[in-house]
């Protein structure tokens, strides 16, 4: 694994400047691992060991998030915990599963469900009689759907946060920069057993992992204070349909 890696001086700064631009993409919407990963299996790494290395960053960034969205009160970490503890059978799981199988339909699946995710953010919201829920209580089809999520974070991860947005503004709350902070707390806390695992197969490589998970965090807080900002939900909304497209784009050639 290690032998392959390519070097040169523009290694480093390319790495770091993937990071930051994938922390910034991770926590405002989703799919910053488009530009980590490709540049991980660039540099020689092969795709199971750049996708447990991506790991690094995932967890270093969602974590900065994290912290300054509780720090505004835009999450409740009993809830949040709950919430998580679900997504932590699949995603070990899945992220066992991850070094044997790869499938094309499901990527093309993957376009379809996040071209209607784009779709729905744009729809308002309005109240029937039927809806008898508040907003901020959790409805009871999140649970298993947060156990199905953990299995694809810990399989693939790329796309992840689009889907769990998805989720939990219909099945918890309709307030984007909360569904952000809930977000990013699940994938904090399920992405560290994930790395463990890779890591125990043999699967990241650290130093790169590092480098990118440094640039990273500075993007990921970047983007966590954009989305506390007054003008917050418009910017996640307009950074989701942006990168939702792009990646469908490329998903689907």
Known sequence: MLESVTTGWWLIPALFTAG?????????????????????????????TANGTNRISILLENLTAARTFYRHNLV????????????????????????????LWFQRILVIVLALCTVSLFFPTRATEKDTRP?????????????????YGGFMQLGIGFL?????????????????????????LYTLPTLLIFAWMGQVHWGLGLVIAIGGMIGAR??????VSRRGELWVKVMMAI???????????
């Open 20 to 48: 930051v631009g994938a922390g910034f993409i991770n926590v405002l919407a989703g799919a910053g691992s488009m530009l980590t990963l490709p540049i991980l299996i660039f540099v020689g790494l092969d795709p199971i």
């Open 76 to 103: 409740d970490l009993k809830k949040g915990m709950k919430l998580a503890l679900w997504t932590l059978p699949g995603a070990i799981l899945g992220a066992i599963a991850s070094v044997h199988i790869g499938n």
């Open 222 to 227: 970047l983007a966590a204070r954009l989305t």
């Open 135 to 151: 907003d901020g209580m959790a409805s009871p089809w999140l649970y298993p759907t947060m156990l199905g999520l953990g299995f």
């Open 243 to 253: 990168i939702i497209l792009l990646m469908a784009a490329r998903l689907w050639v």
């Open 164 to 188: 769990f947005i998805f989720a939990l503004r219909h099945l918890f709350t309709k307030n984007l920069a909360q569904v952000n902070a809930y977000k990013t707390l699940i994938i904090t």
